[in-house]
């Protein structure tokens, strides 16, 4: 079985904190893993084919945290790139039942969203608990999307 099914080019700058490497990547990646440990190919400021790193992806950042630490050399703030080996490929969203049959019955497409409109319409809605403000969150959420079309 592979270890990996995608590679990933990544960039951005090292940090330390508390004795640990942290590689803040400059673009936040959407739609992958987060919280599980995989490989680092870095090539930059130093290359090192298998760092293994953790995934940290939050609001608006994403993190690789080193498990081991190799570079005593590094500054903060000092630039780094390499390949992420992505280990299970790219996390399609997942549209909850009501909202996929909501969208159905209106004749709405889903598939179309962008990441970043799928990250922020499906957490709008998961904010909600079942009920009126729910169904009325779907409703918003569908009459935005007509509009889009």
């Known amino acids: 079985m592979p270890r990996h099914t995608g590679e990933l080019a990544v960039h951005g700058r090292l940090e330390r904190r508390e004795g640990t490497e942290l590689f803040i990547v400059d673009e936040r990646l959407s739609g992958h893993d987060t919280f599980l440990s995989t490989t680092l190919c870095l090539d930059q400021p130093v290359y090192l084919p298998e760092l293994p790193v953790r995934i940290l992806t939050f609001d608006d950042v994403t993190v690789l945290a080193s498990l081991v630490s190799v570079l005593p050399q590094a500054q903060a703030g ?22 996929a049959q909501a969208a159905a019955e209106a004749g709405v497409d889903t598939s179309g969203w962008s990441a970043a409109e799928a990250r922020q319409l499906l957490t709008f809605l998961g904010e909600a608990d079942p009920g009126p403000v729910r169904a009325e969150r779907i409703g918003m959420i569908i009459e935005a999307l007509e509009g889009d079309s």
């Open 78 to 99: 000092e630039e780094w790139s390499g390949t992420l080996l992505i280990p299970h490929g790219v996390r399609p969203p997942t549209i909850p039942d009501d909202l």
